[in-house]
């Protein structure tokens, strides 16, 4: 097993998996400690680097792409301070950081895994239910259903229809997007049947976010969506394409008065019963 131990938290790898444990040093970012630990499968690994600084070096994981849905729905967007899978390592421990690396590569040559993309998310995700409340509203999930409410900084045409309740069947995607400079962020979905090009300030469907402290954490909302939707990889749902049979040949209307003939006959005879010549008539008639 191979261990480091720092404060912005702590990795552990057992040759299976890596646990990783955010610390407590104010470096560390309010999205980082919300997700709490985390246990990364050895396959869902693309690679592992570290770099070296003057004061500091850096630990970086490098996930196969598709594997982690927080990763999928933050599109690259996360700062340094919000990101799990980097750690800050101080100078006097850079011998323990290379060991931790080389235990790890030599895992993913024995185990051979590729560093290719995978078609299912290795990661679970955010657990749930969860909510939070940033910019202008508070996002909900259970699991089923993503609950926007909104607060006295919402623009009236948004908030003018009330809390909007959307079924998780009813969403195409979720993306979460940081305020940068001047320009806001947001947390949007996309919805089957009402696609719309409204800025997120208009838009019912997103929340608009300012830049503020809590804005990481609407990317928890976005990747616990992220992973009960399809995966990107996934096949598009197509619907079950209906068997073209062959159209059946014209029946031919003297053969079916001849038809209904015999079975007059054979109920006169006793071979049929009254039920059963009914039923038998019935299917030839729908034939003529």
Same mark, same amino acid.
């Given at each position: 097993?191979?261990?480091?131990?720092?404060?912005?938290?702590?990795?552990?790898?057992?040759?299976?998996? $890596?646990?990783?444990?955010? @610390?407590?040093?104010?470096?560390? @970012?309010?999205?980082?400690?919300?997700?709490? *630990?985390?246990? +990364?499968?050895? @396959?869902?690994?693309?690679?592992?680097?570290?770099? %070296?600084?003057?004061?500091?070096?850096?630990?970086?994981?490098?996930?196969?792409?598709? =594997?982690? /849905?927080?990763?999928?729905?933050?599109?690259?967007?996360?700062?340094?301070?919000?990101?799990?899978?980097?750690?800050? +390592?101080?100078?006097?421990?850079? !011998?323990?950081?290379?060991?931790?690396?080389?235990?790890?590569? &030599?895992?993913?040559?024995?185990?051979?895994?590729?560093?290719?993309?995978?078609?299912?998310?290795?990661?679970?995700?955010?657990?749930?239910?969860?909510?939070?409340?940033?910019?202008?509203?508070?996002?909900?999930?259970? !699991?089923?259903? +993503?609950? $926007?409410?909104? &607060?006295?900084?919402?623009?009236?045409?948004?908030?003018?229809?009330? #809390?909007?309740?959307?079924?998780? #069947?009813?969403? %195409?995607?979720?993306?979460? %997007?940081?305020? +940068?400079?001047?320009?806001?962020?947001?947390?949007?979905?996309?919805?089957?049947?009402?696609?719309?090009?409204?800025?997120?300030?208009?838009?019912? &469907?997103?929340?608009?976010?300012?830049?503020?402290?809590?804005?990481?954490?609407?990317?928890?909302?976005?990747?616990?969506?992220?992973?009960?939707?399809?995966?990107?990889?996934?096949?598009?749902?197509?619907?079950?394409?209906? /068997?073209?049979?062959?159209?059946?040949?014209?029946?031919?209307?003297?053969?079916?008065?001849?038809?209904?003939?015999?079975? !007059?006959?054979?109920?006169?005879?006793?071979? $049929?019963?009254? *039920?059963?010549?009914?039923? =038998?008539? %019935? =299917?030839?008639?729908?034939?003529?």
């Amino acid at each position: 097993m191979a261990e480091i131990i720092q404060r912005d938290g702590t990795w552990t790898f057992d040759g299976d998996a $890596l646990r990783l444990v955010p @610390g407590r040093d104010k470096n560390v @970012g309010v999205l980082r400690k919300s997700l709490g *630990e985390l246990a +990364v499968p050895l @396959g869902a690994l693309a690679g592992i680097s570290f770099e %070296q600084g003057k004061k500091s070096g850096r630990l970086r994981m490098r996930l196969r792409d598709g =594997a982690d /849905p927080l990763l999928h729905a933050t599109g690259g967007r996360l700062t340094d301070s919000s990101d799990p899978y980097q750690l800050t +390592v101080d100078s006097d421990r850079y !011998g323990v950081a290379e060991y931790f690396v080389d235990e790890i590569r &030599n895992a993913l040559l024995l185990d051979e895994v590729p560093a290719t993309a995978v078609d299912r998310y290795l990661l679970p995700g955010p657990a749930v239910p969860l909510s939070v409340s940033a910019g202008d509203g508070t996002a909900s999930f259970d !699991g089923e259903h +993503v609950r $926007l409410e909104w &607060n006295w900084k919402t623009e009236e045409a948004k908030s003018a229809a009330g #809390a909007r309740t959307l079924a998780l #069947a009813d969403i %195409q995607s979720v993306e979460w %997007q940081p305020a +940068v400079g001047l320009e806001n962020g947001h947390l949007r979905f996309a919805v089957r049947g009402a696609p719309t090009k409204a800025p997120p300030k208009y838009d019912p &469907n997103a929340i608009e976010l300012w830049g503020f402290k809590k804005d990481p954490l609407m990317a928890l909302v976005a990747a616990a969506v992220q992973a009960r939707l399809p995966h990107p990889s996934s096949p598009p749902a197509t619907p079950a394409e209906t /068997p073209r049979l062959a159209a059946p040949p014209s029946p031919d209307h003297d053969a079916l008065l001849r038809r209904l003939r015999e079975l !007059g006959d054979l109920r006169s005879a006793g071979v $049929l019963t009254d *039920e059963e010549f009914t039923l =038998a008539k %019935q =299917a030839i008639l729908r034939g003529m």
